[in-house]
């Protein structure tokens, strides 16, 4: 059996958190973040809602349809993968209101258990708003496998759709992890 880094379970667990549904997304490995600036970042627009993101490399895309109350929804996961950091930026077709934030984290941190077997825990929970846009910002935990993860999440409810930017890596890098989120954050547009 392969052994996924701590990012690609992070990842597997979040394709489809609003939908509780499970598909595995691109891998992510996240080893030593050292210097921000070495990091090309990349505009990435998510064609079907026009959402941009700057992303800390050229982004994989992973697309798929999940059932949400018995109903399709479509959702694209953007991944990056590189020496400097994981990331994940996921789009979901969904209005705004079939969950509440606090039921996606809720459903982002179950769907990591099952997909991985490893506990995943949040902290440092915060709601606010930006652009008029609700948003809820999480600091993520686990402790398994031996290497102390760390990462941020930020879910936002957008009218037509539920958005999810993410960074997972080794708790000894957390400031530098927390520095790559607030990058993400900066470089995202919903238009």
């Known amino acids: 059996m392969t052994q ?3 990012a690609q379970r992070l990842a597997a667990g979040g394709v489809t958190a609003s939908a509780g549904a499970a598909a595995a997304p691109t891998p992510l490995y996240v ?14 627009t998510d064609a079907p809602s026009g959402i941009t993101i700057e992303l800390p490399g050229k982004a ?8 949400v109350d018995g109903k399709p929804v479509e ?3 953007y991944a ?17 209101d079939r969950y509440t934030l606090e039921d996606n984290l809720h459903r982002f941190l179950e769907s990591y ?7 995943l825990t949040s902290s440092e929970v915060r709601k606010s708003t930006v652009d008029g846009r609700p948003v809820l910002d999480a600091r993520l935990a686990s402790e398994s496998g031996g290497e102390p993860a760390v990462g941020f999440t930020r879910l936002i409810a957008d009218d037509d759709h539920f958005v999810q930017v993410m960074v997972l890596g080794p708790a000894a890098n ?15 547009r919903i238009p």
């Open 113 to 119: 258990m099952v997909n991985t077997a490893e506990p």
């Open 60 to 67: 994989t895309v992973r697309k798929a349809t999940v059932s």
């Open 174 to 188: 957390e400031k530098a992890l927390e520095a790559m989120h607030e990058r993400l954050l900066a470089g995202l």
């Open 80 to 96: 990056v993968d590189s020496p400097d950091g994981g990331t994940v930026f996921s789009v979901h077709d969904m209005v705004d």
């Open 31 to 44: 080893t030593e973040i050292s210097t921000m600036p070495t990091i090309g970042w990349v505009e990435t």
């Open 4 to 6: 996924r880094s701590r």
């Open 75 to 77: 959702a694209r996961v």
